[in-house]
Nanobody, 124 residues
Framework: QVQLVESGGGLVQAGGSLRLSCAASGRTFSTYVLGWFRQAPGKEREFVAVVSGSGTRTDYADSVKGRFTISRDNTKNTVYLQMNSLKPEDTAVYYC?????????????????WGQGTQVTVSS
């Protein structure tokens, strides 16, 4: 069982930056693939980024590539999402998710555990 708690969301102007964190419980954190997803009002939840258990492999949605960076610290049971050059279309609730297994997963239904989400609002 893994519990995930996101933090770091907020209101930022276009072009600004935010860093999201997701703290996880559990003793086998390094065995989980971790992903970030987002969901805007009226839209489906979409993939943002994923990181392997070791942290050596990462992948991103085309819409955030070059602007967002996913990373993890297995000593702190935490995954991060550094978001730079934010755009109004990045506005959404951001969720972290976890699942055991081999890399890589980009569909929400492939993840077993979810956080409660954190709101990110980018003003123009």
């Amino acid at each position: 069982q893994v519990q995930l708690v996101e933090s770091g969301g907020g209101l930022v102007q276009a072009g600004g930056s935010l860093r999201l964190s997701c703290a996880a419980s559990g003793r086998t954190f390094s065995t989980y693939v971790l992903g970030w997803f987002r969901q805007a009002p009226g839209k489906e939840r979409e993939f943002v980024a994923v990181v392997s258990g070791s942290g050596t492999r990462t992948d991103y949605a085309d819409s955030v590539k070059g602007r967002f960076t996913i990373s993890r610290d297995n000593t702190k049971n935490t995954v991060y999402l550094q978001m730079n050059s934010l755009k109004p279309e990045d506005t959404a609730v951001y969720y972290c998710a976890a699942r055991a297994g081999s890399y890589y997963y980009s569909l929400p239904r492939e993840y077993n555990y979810w956080g409660q989400g954190t709101q990110v609002t980018v003003s123009s």
